[in-house]
């Protein structure tokens, strides 16, 4: 689908910057009614740049998802090993234990890796 320079704008403004569709609107002299109608419109555009955007953030921080798994394992043990070290009774354990939760939290949701990230971590362990 050709699009034009305003909703190349849009575009940009919208999933790059993050704007709202009033703010939007104000930058580029579009109604936000019409910016409502575009982003139904340009919905796989969105999607392609957002996920080109994600890609080009992974490849540019040298982060990719299994280097992120492996970094909240880490940072998991290593708050798992000084909480148990603590006995209560001295300094502020409740923020070191809700940080403990959150880790575990995130831990947990990024043990659901799909096939690929799972093939680039079977890559990773026989490379070493």
Known sequence: MLINEKQQMFLNLR?????SFDVISQEIDVPVHVLKEWSVM?????EEMRADELDRISSDSGITRIQHYRNLANLYKR????????DFSGLPTDKLYYLFNDV???????????????????DDEFDD
């Open 15 to 19: 999933v790059l910057d993050g704007k």
């Open 42 to 46: 340009l919905l796989d555009n969105m």
């Open 104 to 122: 575990h939290e995130k831990f947990g949701e990024s043990m659901e890796m799909s096939d690929d990230d799972w093939y680039d971590y079977l």
């Open 79 to 86: 708050l798992k090993e000084e909480l148990d070290k603590r």
